[in-house]
């Protein structure tokens, strides 16, 4: 896998939503684990949901569970955040761990700001 293409942030009033896609340059494979995390200023960076692209359920950080949803087709993953709040503003960055080649891409990151 090469770098992963992110788009899709933005400006949103608290409460409200966006969705952020990350493009991979060849096929999710079942030995890829998918991840989002996000980083806020002078945080560090944090893991805010993963899933194996090979199934089962996928994983939330506490502070986003119930609100943000991650999802995959055949290149692309997915983070559907829903009733944002200010405490979410962060670059967020999507990351793909190959099990296989113990190799990883990340995406150049997007900011999303939430503010009123």
């Known amino acids: 896998q090469g770098p992963l293409v992110m788009s899709g942030g933005g400006l949103v009033r608290p409460g409200g939503s966006l969705r952020l896609s990350c493009a991979a340059s060849?096929?999710?494979?079942?030995?890829?684990?998918m991840n989002w995390y996000r980083q806020a200023p002078g945080q560090q960076r944090e893991m805010v949901a993963s899933?194996?692209?090979?199934?089962?359920d996928a994983n939330y950080a506490d502070s986003v569970k119930g609100r943000f949803t991650l999802s995959r087709d055949d290149t692309n993953m997915y983070l559907e955040m829903n009733n944002l709040k200010p405490e979410d503003t962060a670059v967020y960055y999507c990351?793909?761990?190959?099990?296989?080649?113990?190799?990883?891409?990340w995406g150049q990151g997007t900011q999303v700001t939430v503010s009123a």
């Open positions: 990351n793909l761990n190959s099990t296989l080649t113990r190799t990883e891409s």
């Open positions: 060849s096929y999710i494979h079942s030995f890829h684990i």
């Open positions: 899933m194996s692209s090979g199934g089962g």
